[in-house]
C-alpha cells in the first residue's frame, strides 16, 4: 500500500493499517465503557434508548459505542421551584418562569370572594423514581409546574382575600402542599413533594397603599388594646389586692373587739358570781385592788391619824 505526503511516497503494509485502526477503534470504545455516578445522582442507563436498568454512585461500566446511553437523575438533591418571582443565579432551568410576563402571569389569583391577590410561593421536592421521572412525561419537571399552579389556584379560589393576605398563610400551604403530594403520586412523576411555602402574598399595586394603611390602623388598634389591657392586669389586681387587705383587717379589728367584748363580759360574769356569794368580801377586795392600782401613781402619801390637828411637824418643808 502507497501513501503520498506531499511529493513524497511511502509503502506501508495494510496489516499495520488495519492493526492500528482497530487498536484507535478499541481506545475508543474503552474509553465510552467507562463512567462515573457522583454520589448525589443515579445512573438510569438506555439500551438502543430503552430503559436496561439503574445503577448506583460509583464507577461504573456499559455498553460501547451508543449502544447503552446513562441518563444522570439528582435523586439525593433537594430541587425547588419558584413561582411568581425569580431568584438570579439559579442553575436549574426549570427553577422559575422565564419571562416577567410569565412571573406576573403565575402570582396574579382571584380569591374565592372575586378579589384580587397576588401570591409567590416555592415547592421542595426530591426525585424518588428516576424511571417514572425520565419515561412517564415527556417534560416532569415543566408538568411539575403546571400542577403547583392549578393547585395553588385552586386552595387560593376557595378562600376570601382577607384570608389569603392574612391569617389564612399556614392553612393554605397545608392544603396545597397536602393536593400536590396526592396529585404528583396519581400522576407517577416520580417525586415527592416536600415543602411548600408562601412568599410574598399581597393585594393588586394600585389598592396596595390602601391595604397597608388598613392593616397599620389594625396593628395600631391591637397595639392600643395591648396597652389597654396591660394596665387593666396592672390596676386591677393591685386594687383588688388592697380591698382584700381592708376586708381582712376590718374583719381582723371585728374579731378581735368581739373577742375582748366576750372577754370582758365572761370576767364581770364569774365576778359577779363571786359577789353574789359574798358581797362584803368581794366589795373589800375590790376597793383593794382599785386602790393598788391608783395609789403608786399619787406620788408621796402621808397617813395621820383621824384625831391629828396638825401635820406641820411631818411635812420636813426644808427637804428638797
Known sequence: M????????YTVKLRFVLIALAVLILLIGARSM????????????????RYAHTVDPGLRFKLPFGIDRVAMVPVRRQLKQEFGFATNGATNP??????????????NMVTGDLNAATVEWIIQFRITDPRAYLFNFRDPAETLRDLSESVMREVVGDRTVDEVITVGRQEIESEALVRLDAVVKRYQLGITIDQLQLKNVNPPPPVQPSFNEVNQAQQEREKAINVANG???KVVP???????????????????RI?????????????????????????????????????????????????????????QLNQK
Not at 467507562?34 to 434508548?49: D, I, K, P, S, W
Request: aromatic share 10%; proline share 3%.
Open 2 to 9: 502507497v501513501i503520498r505526503v506531499g511529493n513524497t511516497f
Open 34 to 49: 467507562v463512567y462515573t455516578v457522583q454520589a448525589e445522582f443515579q445512573g438510569v442507563v438506555l439500551r438502543f434508548g
Open 94 to 107: 426549570t427553577q422559575y418562569a422565564g419571562s416577567r410576563s410569565e412571573q406576573e402571569f403565575e402570582r
Open 231 to 233: 394596665e387593666y392586669n
Open 238 to 256: 393591685r386594687a383588688r389586692g388592697e380591698a382584700e387587705e381592708k376586708i381582712s383587717t376590718a374583719e381582723g379589728y371585728a374579731i378581735k
Open 259 to 315: 373577742n375582748e367584748a366576750e372577754g370582758d363580759a365572761a370576767r364581770f360574769n364569774a365576778l359577779f358570781t363571786e359577789y353574789s356569794k359574798a358581797p362584803d368580801v368581794t366589795r373589800r377586795r375590790l376597793y383593794l385592788e382599785t386602790m393598788r392600782d391608783v395609789l403608786p401613781t399619787l406620788g408621796g402619801k402621808i397617813v395621820i391619824d383621824q384625831d391629828a390637828t396638825s401635820v406641820l411637824p411631818l411635812l
